[in-house]
């Protein structure tokens, strides 16, 4: 059975940093693609990041390029979200998903569409 947990999520001030892991559960990692994606109320559920775990190709949304690094532990089953320099406007709930299995090819890193299993979320709130 396929799982994704996240956590690490919690209240950092403004300027602060955070990482949110994604244990993964019930398949390898090795030749998957995991997203972040985010969602902060009544905003739509948006992509932030994502990884191919195979060959370590990343993906960022301009809005987080520069300030957020994604990066997997494939021994661990595991993809990080590191986020630095966090603003208010980041408060979220972060989710990861999968697209398993990928091999490779062209695919819509932010397109909620993309992915096949879905983690619980956890929150992220950037405040003082």
């Known amino acids: 059975q396929v799982q994704l947990v996240e956590s690490g999520g919690g209240l950092v001030q403004p300027g602060g940093s955070l990482r949110v892991s994604c244990a993964a559960s019930g398949f390898t990692l090795d030749y998957s693609a995991i997203g972040w994606f985010r969602q902060a109320p009544g905003k739509e559920r948006e992509g932030v990041s994502s990884?191919?775990?195979?060959?370590?190709?990343?993906f960022y949304a301009d809005s987080v390029k520069g300030r957020f690094t994604i990066s997997r532990d494939n021994f661990k089953n595991t993809v990080y979200l590191q986020m630095n320099s966090l603003k208010p406007e980041d408060t979220a709930v972060y989710y990861c998903a999968a697209m398993t299995p990928y091999t490779s090819g062209y695919y819509r890193w932010d397109s909620t569409a993309s992915y096949d299993y879905w983690g619980q979320g956890t929150q992220v709130t950037v405040s003082s």
């Open positions: 990884i191919i775990t195979s060959d370590g190709g990343t």
